[in-house]
């Protein structure tokens, strides 16, 4: 059974103070690990996709890393509309869909 | 934006009785799922859809059944409401316009779901 464990479970920032945000997790031959942004009120929004440990790629102020058992979620110089909550998600061999992490909800404050 | 509309958005439904959400994509997207989402649990399965009348059940389908008779609609159906079922449930799509398998899942904005 594929499984994501998020931490942590909240973080609070002020503006410009980097941090990262950790997902965990063990999967059945990874198909790919996800990370998405939700904001209060909607749906999560697909910020990246990484298939391979050591595969790294970059949005703006974020940079998400993957290696063979957690992905790292860095957020470099915040602004207060980088807070929302952060969800990771992981497809492994048993099928199509995504098993999602409880989430990190970030909170920047100016 | 993926094109998915969810309706409705918002509902209050009383407990037993049936309830049934939609969700309408406009891209010709291969698979289809249903997630619900509660505090303290995050994002869970419900039923996907790999294709017109192919359905198979997720984590958390007992109290759902699910119909796909054409491409572009997913609907999910609460044939008895329950307070459990109290929720927010997104529906979300994968797999390229032409029938591959796209690696991305794309969510809709949810429908909100209230059992009294």
């Known amino acids: 059974e594929d499984q994501v464990t998020q931490s942590p479970e909240a973080l609070r920032l002020q503006e410009g103070e980097s941090s990262s945000l950790n997902c965990s997790y063990t999967v059945s031959g990874l198909r790919g690990l996800f990370w998405y942004r939700q904001d209060p009120g909607k749906g999560p929004e697909f910020l990246f996709t990484?298939?391979?440990a050591g595969e790294e790629k970059e949005k703006e102020r974020l940079k998400a890393t993957l290696t063979k058992k957690e992905s790292f979620l860095h957020i470099t110089a915040p602004k207060p509309e980088d807070s929302a909550t952060y969800l990771c998600a992981v497809r492994g061999n048993a099928g199509n869909m995504l098993t999602f992490g409880g989430g990190t909800r970030l909170m920047v404050k100016p | 934006d993926a094109g998915i509309t969810q309706s409705p958005r918002h509902k209050v439904t009383e407990t037993g009785t049936p309830v049934t959400l939609r969700c309408h994509q406009t891209e010709n997207h291969r698979y289809m799922y249903w997630y619900r989402q509660d505090p303290g649990h995050g994002l869970r399965l419900i039923h996907y859809s790999y294709g017109v009348k192919d359905t198979d059940k997720g984590e958390v389908s007992d109290g759902y059944s699910v119909s796909r008779s054409k491409t572009e609609d997913f609907l999910l159906t609460l044939e008895s409401a329950t307070s459990s079922q109290t929720s927010v449930y997104f529906c979300?799509?994968?797999?390229?316009?032409?029938?591959?398998?796209?690696?991305?899942?794309?969510f809709g904005e949810g429908s909100w779901l209230t059992v009294v």
């Open positions: 990484l298939y391979s």
């Open positions: 979300a799509i994968s797999g390229s316009p032409a029938g591959g398998d796209g690696n991305t899942i794309y």
